[in-house]
């Protein structure tokens, strides 16, 4: 074993009151991956005062030298990839394919920022008066705390902490409390591509003891939050007291509109990557599909004997396609979940419990599950259902399927599926969520910006507004002839 540790002014430290806990593995809970030193409030405050005295040091690196940093750590995320994901598996449960795909696409996040961070800049404003010339100047915010949730817990930092390092930022990571092996481990090789020490913090524990001495901490401007949107919501109440910046990707319960004209074999395709990879566990996975009734039962046909072949298993087994649950908590949600709604008088049209075989009972394995007649009260429907059940049903009118899936408080994805172009784009602007993805499925794209509407979130990772989240703007009045005023002159 390792054991793994904080990560405080660029050296790895054990938590001041030396605790530590297991890490197991949701494809087997006997099986420890690793220790970890557990964070205590002390040591958030010791890795803030670290993050606030490396400020000065990297925010004055001229854009170009953070760049080149940046790069560094993107070659040291590509050159590890395998290492990285093989404990990324092992902690959180995603098969390898997917856990790769996570390190390689946090590698592509810095490539892309160190791209941005020298073209950062203000502009000059003619002003009314011909005395004066106005600059709008940008500047970095301060000391940022990143936290971040077990699902996809490396890009979801990377998609963090690239963007504001390039824009001269100094941060303190607050890692899931059950993932914070793989993020540790990425955050080491970032620290020793060139940043100053102090410039990259890691600090695990509890959200609701370490998370909130981050947030809460004077001297720290700007908080990063990834998680429950219930979460969101105190963390954006504790940020409030000392009016910091907040960005927020929250839940959601993206809705996936499959019209009769669609590219049928296209469509189930999608359906099925985006509801099952990594066992659902994705927050812009498809969670509500809505068919249209003349293609319904032949689209249910299929799509129940595509599912059938998933071949769910440990997520480092080759074989795999569908690791398990993340931990005990989720797969007893997902259970209540499906409960509910066979009670409300839904049909489970596949799966709906966890596999018999004696391979899964160390497990939190859960079968991927299609269900109909789903009420529209169930927990399927109003709450996030993060698993790999998927709820289908049947529409008649596009403004029907527009009308359902705008009836939730999350508005993070969604898609619609059709040949007809002109239908696409008026449904794009009728759905309320962050994107709208036509005859295409949910992947990630760091040059469009990525966030939630409703409450699923505030502010936009990726692309250039992922950079102006770490950003603050300022205006600077230049007196340039240096005219003399006098008082009401
Ligand atoms: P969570 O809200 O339970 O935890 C997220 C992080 O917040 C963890 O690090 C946790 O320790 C910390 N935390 C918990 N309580 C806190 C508090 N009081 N103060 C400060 N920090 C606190 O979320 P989770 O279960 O880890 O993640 C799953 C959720 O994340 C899902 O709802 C999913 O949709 C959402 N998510 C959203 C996006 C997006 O881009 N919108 C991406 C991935 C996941």
């Known amino acids: 074993m390792s054991q793994y540790k904080l990560l405080i002014d660029g050296k790895s430290v054990d938590s001041l009151d030396t605790q530590k806990t297991e890490i197991r593995n949701p494809a087997n809970y006997n099986e420890v991956v690793d220790e970890v030193s557990v964070g205590s409030v002390e040591d958030a405050k010791r890795a803030v005062d670290s993050a606030y005295d490396a400020l000065k040091k990297w925010s004055e690196q001229t854009p170009r030298a953070r760049s080149q940093v940046l790069l560094k750590a993107a070659d040291s995320l590509d050159t590890s990839d395998a290492k990285i994901a093989e404990i990324l598996t092992r902690e959180q449960g995603k098969t390898l394919p997917e856990s790769l795909n996570e390190i390689r ?115 720290v401007s700007k908080i990063a939050f990834t998680g429950e949107t219930e979460t969101g919501k105190r963390v954006m109440s504790l940020a409030s007291r000392d009016v910091k910046r907040v960005s927020l990707e929250l839940g959601g319960s993206d809705p996936m509109i499959i019209c009769a004209d669609a590219d049928f074999d296209l469509a189930i395709d999608a359906a099925l990557i985006s509801r099952f990879r990594n066992c659902g566990q994705v927050c812009m996975s498809v969670k509500r599909l809505y068919v249209e009734k003349t293609i319904f039962q032949r689209f249910l046909d299929r799509i129940t004997q595509r599912i059938a072949k998933i071949r769910i298993g440990n997520g480092l087994n080759p074989t795999s396609k569908m690791g398990p649950l993340h931990s005990k908590n989720q797969l007893e949600k997902i259970k209540e979940q499906v409960f509910d709604a066979v009670n409300k008088g839904s049909k489970i049209n596949y799966g709906g419990s966890q596999p018999n075989e004696s391979e899964f009972q160390n497990g939190y394995f859960y079968l991927p599950t299609i269900a109909t007649n789903v009420d529209q009260n169930s927990k399927l429907v109003t709450e996030e259902v993060f698993g790999p059940v998927l709820p289908i049903f049947e529409f008649e009118t596009i403004d029907e399927a527009i009308e359902k899936s705008n009836d939730t408080q999350f508005g993070l994805g969604s898609s619609i599926w059709t040949k007809d172009l002109d239908k696409a784009m008026k449904a794009a602007s009728k759905i309320q969520s962050g994107t709208t993805w036509v005859n295409s499925y949910h992947e990630p794209q760091i040059d469009l910006p990525f966030g939630g509407l409703k409450e699923s979130g505030l502010g936009k990772e990726m692309a250039l507004e992922g950079l102006e989240n770490y950003l603050e703007t300022k205006a600077v009045v230049v007196n340039s002839k240096g005219k003399k005023r006098r008082w009401l002159d």
């Open 105 to 219: 696409l946090s590698a592509a996040i810095f490539r892309y920022y160190a791209g941005l961070a020298p073209t950062i800049s203000g502009r000059r404003v003619e002003l009314s008066d011909p005395d004066e010339t106005g600059f709008v100047v940008k500047l970095p915010v301060g000391v940022t705390i990143a936290i971040t949730p077990w699902n996809s817990p490396v890009v979801l930092m990377c998609v963090k902490l690239a963007p504001a390092l390039a824009a001269g930022n100094t941060i303190v990571v607050k890692p899931a409390s059950s993932t914070p092996l793989a993020d540790l481990m990425a955050c080491e090789l970032i620290s020793k591509a060139g940043l100053p020490p102090g410039s990259l913090n890691v600090v695990t524990g509890k959200g609701s003891v370490v998370g909130e001495e981050l947030i809460t901490n004077k001297k």
